[in-house]
């Protein structure tokens, strides 16, 4: 079955604790990004990457770092987290670009404390 | 500066009536147009999108979206509303030649009465 996957789904942390949050998609796309949802605010997306070892900034990209290396995974690493980056995380694929249909992962409700 | 406006936060339908949940664009050329929908405790499934051509589009459940070049607008209209289309739409833009950054939309919330 085509989808995205993030772990984990539900996080509670401490400020300052690093935190990874995995995302995998078996669909062989090149474009991969990372979102966060807030009340009122929709989507802003926080990174993105075009391909393997290929990423760029978003709307959003202070306090996140990211990498790909390979074309399946793109992790979100929260190196200090803050109770600010409390939200709602997607991820999300697309075949090229964000020009073609997105799959979203399920979410990471994440909670700093 | 671009930017993707739903004016609705909250929409109420009877189930059976008819929808129309709004969105409009400020870009300077004619962007992808895209609408997700979020179901309770879901990611976003993609509806329908709008590239080119034919200003009608037809989506997935029902839906259907027009696009207005005149009135930046792609409004997303259903005939019949089901209890099971209560969900969070949000519109989505991305341009062409540009920004791979896509712009959403603050999301409708769309509540069905029985």
């Known amino acids: 079955e085509a989808q995205v996957t993030q772990n984990p789904r539900y996080l509670i942390t401490v400020t300052g604790k690093k935190l990874t949050v995995t995302c995998s998609q078996n669909m062989n796309h090149e474009y991969m990004s990372w979102y966060r949802q807030d009340p009122g605010l929709g989507l802003r997306q926080i990174y993105y990457s075009m391909n393997v070892e290929v990423t760029d900034k978003g709307d959003v990209p202070e306090g996140y770092k990211v990498s790909r290396k390979e074309k399946r995974n793109f992790p979100l690493i929260l190196e200090s987290p803050s109770p600010n980056q409390t939200s709602l995380y997607f991820c999300?694929?697309?075949?090229?670009?964000?020009?073609?249909?997105?799959?979203f992962g399920p979410g990471t409700r994440l909670t700093v404390l | 500066a671009q930017s993707v406006t739903q004016p609705d936060i909250h929409i109420t339908v009877s189930e059976g009536a008819s929808l129309e949940l709004r969105c409009n664009y400020s870009?300077?050329?004619?962007?992808?147009l895209f609408w997700y929908v979020q179901s309770p405790g879901q990611g976003l499934q993609l509806l329908l999108k709008y590239f080119s051509g034919d200003t009608l589009v037809q989506g997935i459940k029902g839906f259907e979206a027009e696009f207005k070049r005149s009135q930046s607008s792609f409004n997303l209209r259903k005939p019949s509303v089901h209890w099971s289309d209560a969900a969070e739409y949000f519109c989505?833009?991305?341009?062409?030649?540009?920004?791979?950054?896509?712009?959403f939309g603050r999301g409708t919330s769309l509540i069905v009465h029985p």
């Open positions: 999300a694929s697309s075949l090229r670009s964000s020009y073609n249909e997105q799959f």
């Open positions: 870009y300077g050329a004619t962007p992808y």
């Open positions: 989505a833009v991305a341009l062409s030649g540009g920004s791979y950054i896509p712009t």
